[in-house]
């Protein structure tokens, strides 16, 4: 099955740098990858997201990345806030699949 | 709307209790999941339904049963409590279940002692 591994687990950055997260999946007909963002005993709740037959996509400060031949993809937040501070998701799923895999998070603290 | 509504918010059980974690959602989403939420291990799937009528199991479906006979409703059971079941317990749905933003509920925090 699925599996979604994600680094770093802890990532620590100044107000103002920029921040990436990087995920690689296992199943090569995966085609679906979105980015979940959780704020501390909140639920976590989509921030991007990103299909198989597009490169990369952006949202304002955030950007997702999608190598399909490495099977990587990555999440950079530039300018980085500290309501930025929460645990990131990432995440993969098929089409005809109806299971979305997460990886482990990353806890992303942005120092003022 | 009130989107995807869990409860309790909180339970406390003993080792061998048994309960049902309940989840409803008022967005006629086909598709509804349990996930729940392990320090470094991220979310995983225990069981998930396409529609009314239809279950399957997910990543770890051991010790837990669900049934969705409303397309509202997708209730979690567990029948003999453990205390490897202490997490954060999520519900989430979406329309289809297909390359779509998951709607999650606020979670239950369930302590097996």
């Known amino acids: 099955g699925e599996n979604v591994e994600q680094h770093p687990s802890t990532l620590s950055v100044q107000e103002g740098d920029s921040a990436v997260i990087k995920c690689t999946y296992s199943?090569?007909?995966?085609?679906?990858f979105p980015w979940y963002k959780q704020e501390l005993g909140k639920r976590p709740q989509l921030i991007i997201d990103?299909?198989?037959?597009?490169g990369e996509k952006k949202d304002q400060r955030i950007a997702v990345t999608l190598n399909k031949t490495a099977k990587h993809f990555s999440l950079h937040i530039t300018e980085t806030q500290p309501e930025d501070s929460a645990v990131y998701f990432c995440?993969?799923?098929?089409?005809?699949?109806?299971?979305?895999?997460f990886g482990a998070g990353t806890r992303l603290f942005v120092k003022a | 709307n009130a989107g995807v509504t869990q409860t309790p918010k909180f339970q406390v059980l003993k080792t061998g209790q048994s309960m049902t974690l309940q989840c409803a959602q008022d967005?006629?989403?086909?598709?509804m999941s349990w996930y729940r939420q392990d320090p470094g291990m991220g979310l995983r799937l225990i069981h998930y339904?396409?529609?009314?009528?239809?279950?399957d199991q997910g990543e770890v479906p051991n010790g837990y049963n669900v049934s969705r006979s409303t397309t509202e409703d997708f209730p979690l059971r567990l029948l003999s409590a453990a205390p490897s079941q202490t997490s954060v317990y999520f519900c989430?749905?979406?329309?289809?279940?297909?390359?779509?933003?998951?709607?999650f509920g606020s979670g239950t925090q369930l302590s097996v002692l």
């Open positions: 989430a749905s979406s329309l289809t279940g297909q390359d779509e933003k998951l709607f």
């Open positions: 199943d090569s007909a995966s085609n679906y």
């Open positions: 990103i299909r198989s037959n597009v």
């Open positions: 995440a993969a799923s098929y089409t005809g699949g109806f299971k979305t895999i």
């Open positions: 967005m006629n989403h086909e598709y």
């Open positions: 339904s396409v529609g009314a009528g239809i279950t």
